[in-house]
């Protein structure tokens, strides 16, 4: 069965789907299911994307890929700040720890003047996190960069604050 869509073939698994564009093996994080968000793991590399579903069914493409690896600090962290066309902002991260963490709290300051444009507290899955900000925040990954810095407080199962970063 040829399906039109990401992939041109449908798989019964998200993993399945995702597998079926990647050479070594992957494994997913976490998914969300509003803008169907998944980060998915390759080695050391943490991959973001989107992908399909449409009667139990998942399509998945390589295209609009935003991979990283990452090492520094007491407990590692990646933060993304993307825009996707059709999505709009997105913030993506992952946590490389062994503590078992809850969530993630992201206030984005503005650079010039630093008053608060946005915050949200995002659960963490396997310790990675997916978050859609307001439309209106940033409208590029540029304007982003130049425009916000994203201040991050991490939290344990407990609700004890482990980390705490501001980006400059």
Known sequence: MLMIGLTG???QTLDEAIQSDWDTPISVLM???MKNGVIFLDHDQYVFNTFEEEDGKYRYSTDGEDGWSFTGGQIPMLVRTIYKEGTGPIVWGA???NT???EIELTF???EQE???HSMTLPLVNNAFIGY?????????TDAAL?????TVVYDEHGTVVMKRQDR
């Open 133 to 141: 900000p307001p439309a209106t925040l940033y409208s590029s990954e």
């Open 147 to 151: 425009r916000l810095e994203v201040q």
């Open 109 to 111: 300051v503005g650079r």
């Open 9 to 11: 073939c449908s798989y």
């Open 95 to 97: 946590l490389k720890t």
């Open 115 to 117: 008053d608060v444009k």
């Open 100 to 102: 078992k963490l809850k």
């Open 31 to 33: 998914r969300e299911d």
